[in-house]
């Protein structure tokens, strides 16, 4: 796997949705046991309720098409163990690649106010088509290998 991150840079912004969170996590931690220790995700990335889809999306692309990574099911994991580093209280994902050989990746969110659902795709191929006036045939170049 490559040295380099995924989502390296991601800004952070504290989000005012999540005080309840952020207190409950507080009081847990002042009544800790250190013999069982708490482990609390630190809460940075992009807010639960507005997630920046455009910027995960040009993430991931940049990443599979700088070389990062030669294989989708590599690169599939990574996005599944950096998306909480982007995105805070990320809940729930899946990362896939459909028939049009785009990556979908869809996770949930949650703040103190409710749950969100974001769902977007990665092309992560080039695509022509294949002389089809009409254009319902594709034809997948993979200049990645």
Request: aromatic share 10%.
């Amino acid at each position: 796997m490559s040295d380099a991150k995924l989502f390296e840079g991601v800004p952070h912004s504290d989000d005012p949705r999540q005080r309840l969170f952020l207190k409950t996590i507080k009081q847990m931690l002042e009544e800790d046991d250190p013999e069982d220790p708490l482990v609390v995700v630190p809460m940075r990335g992009f807010p639960a309720s507005h997630p920046d889809l455009g910027w995960l999306q040009d993430g991931i692309e940049g990443f599979w098409k700088g070389g990062h990574i030669k294989d989708i099911d590599e690169l599939k994991e990574v996005v599944a163990e950096r998306i909480g580093h982007a995105v805070q209280r990320c809940k729930d994902w899946s990362i896939g690649l459909n028939d049009n050989n785009y990556l979908d990746v869809r996770f949930k969110t949650k703040d103190d106010y409710g749950y969100y659902a974001y769902e977007f795709s990665c092309q992560l191929y080039e695509t022509h088509p294949v002389n089809d006036p009409i254009g319902e045939g594709v034809k997948v170049i993979d200049d990645h290998e």
